[in-house]
Nanobody
């Protein structure tokens, strides 16, 4: 059974850091692209960062470039999202997702291209 489990969400002050983890089971990350997405109530889920399966190519939303870093440890079947210089507008539920996404589509980092989802972890940034 394919399963993704996020962890690491917390309440943090603005300017602080968090590292989110996405642990995969039931499949190996070697063959999947992984994306981090976030959603606030009443808004659409948006792509935060995506990483390819083949060459490690990464994508970042403009709003997080220079602050967030996505990485993967295939030996642990885990993907991480290091979030630095957090802002109140980063407050959201964060979700990781996996899928066989082509490099071309990966640059778009769209939720609709991913088909396996975790349950999410809440990040709250206080001002």
């Amino acid at each position: 059974q394919v399963q993704l489990v996020e962890s690491g969400g917390d309440l943090v002050q603005a300017g602080g850091s968090l590292r989110l983890s996405c642990a995969a089971s039931g499949f190996t990350l070697d063959y999947y692209a992984i994306g981090w997405f976030r959603q606030v109530p009443g808004k659409e889920r948006e792509g935060v960062s995506c990483i390819s399966v083949t060459d490690g190519t990464t994508y970042y939303a403009d709003s997080v470039k220079g602050r967030f870093t996505i990485s993967r440890d295939n030996s642990k079947n885990t993907v991480y999202l290091q979030m630095n210089s957090l802002k109140p507008e980063d407050t959201a539920g964060y979700y990781c997702a996996g899928g066989r996404v082509s490099p071309l589509l990966l640059r778009l980092c769209r939720p609709t291209d991913f088909n396996s989802w975790g349950q999410g972890t809440q990040v709250t940034v206080s001002s």
